[in-house]
C-alpha cells in the first residue's frame, strides 16, 4: 500500500515531535500522544509543576509536595471537563484530598488555566458520592461545567487574548451539526444500498 502524498511532510516533522517527547519524558509524561500527554505537558510547564509519572495517582507535584489533579477541555469541542470514567468513592475521597487546575484549550493552544481548592468542588463530590452510594455503580465520566470553573477558581495562567465563549459555542454547534448530516447521509447511504439489494 503506497503512503498517503502528506507523508513526507509528516517524516519532516518527526525530528521536533521526538524532541518534544523528549522533553515530556523528562516531566513524567512517557506518550504525548495518549491521556492528554501534549497538553499535560504544557501545563506542567506553565505552572511549574513535576509530572508524577503512571496512570495511578495524582497528576503533578509542586515544590512544596502539594500534589494536583490536572484537566482539561478544548472548548471548541465540550463546555465541561472530564474527570474519570470509573468514578467511585475511592477516587471521590482522593479527589478531595488534592489540589486541582483546569485548563482551557482552544484546539491545541491553552488560553487559561485556574486553581480551585477541593473544598471548592464539594457540591460535585457530595453528588457524585450520593449517586455511587444510591446505585453502588461507578460513574461514567461525571463532568464539571466550564462555566464553574472560570467563576470560582483563582486564575494562574492567561496567554493575554481575548476568550471569545460565544465563538467557540458557535464552533460545537457546527460541529455537532456537521457530524448529524454525517451519520444520516451515513445512515441514507445503508438504506439505499438495502433497497437496490432487494431490487435486485
Do not use: C
Amino acid at each position: 500500500m503506497a503512503p498517503h502524498p502528506d507523508w513526507e511532510r509528516l517524516e519532516k516533522l518527526m525530528p521536533a515531535v521526538r524532541e518534544f517527547q523528549s522533553l515530556a519524558v523528562e516531566h513524567g509524561i512517557d506518550d504525548v500522544f495518549q491521556d492528554n500527554g501534549g497538553k499535560i505537558l504544557q501545563m506542567l510547564l506553565a505552572l511549574n509543576l513535576q509530572g508524577i509519572p503512571g496512570r495511578e495517582g495524582n497528576d503533578a507535584v509542586d515544590a512544596d509536595g502539594h500534589e494536583y489533579e490536572l484537566k482539561s477541555v478544548n472548548i471548541w469541542l465540550t463546555d465541561s471537563f472530564s474527570t474519570n470514567h470509573h468514578v467511585n468513592i475511592p477516587i471521590i475521597n482522593k479527589y478531595r484530598e488534592v489540589k486541582w487546575v483546569f485548563a482551557i484549550y482552544e484546539g491545541i493552544e491553552m488560553r487559561r488555566a485556574y486553581y480551585l481548592e477541593p473544598a471548592q468542588l464539594e457540591t460535585y463530590f457530595s453528588s457524585w458520592e450520593a449517586k455511587w452510594l444510591e446505585t453502588k455503580k461507578d460513574i461514567n465520566n461525571p463532568k464539571i461545567p466550564r462555566n464553574f470553573v472560570m467563576e470560582a477558581g483563582t486564575l494562574l495562567y492567561t496567554d493575554q487574548r481575548e476568550l471569545d465563549l460565544a465563538n467557540a459555542a458557535a464552533i460545537r454547534r457546527a460541529k455537532t451539526k456537521a457530524s448529524a448530516d454525517r451519520r444520516a447521509a451515513k445512515k441514507k447511504a445503508q438504506a439505499d444500498l438495502i433497497e437496490s439489494q432487494a431490487a435486485e
